[in-house]
């Protein structure tokens, strides 16, 4: 006797924008822009850091550091941009909380407002200014180590 019933095979469909992410494609979609928040905020203390290096150095007398101050300064300028498009990934893309990003965002006024005041050799703001700089950059790099993100529900 033979089989005569056949298997039909039933397609399966395929997944859609609308359905969740599975496995690691999920994790490092919702991962990377805290990972990148994270990465700046460190980049930002220590070029901040050195920043304070480079002032000191000038303060002493080598005049040759003043150039080397006036350039970082803008290399502070690009990351703490970059850090302020990361916290604002943070906010959107992981529904993390906003705030972050209201502070790296007047972390970038606060450093163009330093640049001013430094270019127009007011260093009685630039130096005061530039301890708020790196006391708000603390801020936000201790927050973006520590944050574990929301939990899916």
Sequence with gaps: MTDTSTEVAVPRPRPTEEEPQSGRAAGRSRTWPLTLLRVTSLLFLFDTLFQAALAGLFITGDVRFLDLHAANAQLVAV???????????????????????????????????????????????????????????????????????????
């Design 79 to 153: 990351i703490a941009l970059v850090e302020a498009v990361a916290a604002l990934l943070v906010w959107r893309t992981t529904r993390g909380p906003a705030w972050p990003f209201a502070l790296a965002a007047g972390l970038v006024v606060l450093v163009g407002v330093q640049m001013w005041l430094g270019a127009a050799r007011l260093l009685g703001g630039h130096v005061p200014l530039a301890l708020g700089v790196f006391g708000t950059g603390v801020a936000l790099a201790c927050w973006a180590c520590t944050y574990q993100g929301r939990e899916a529900g």
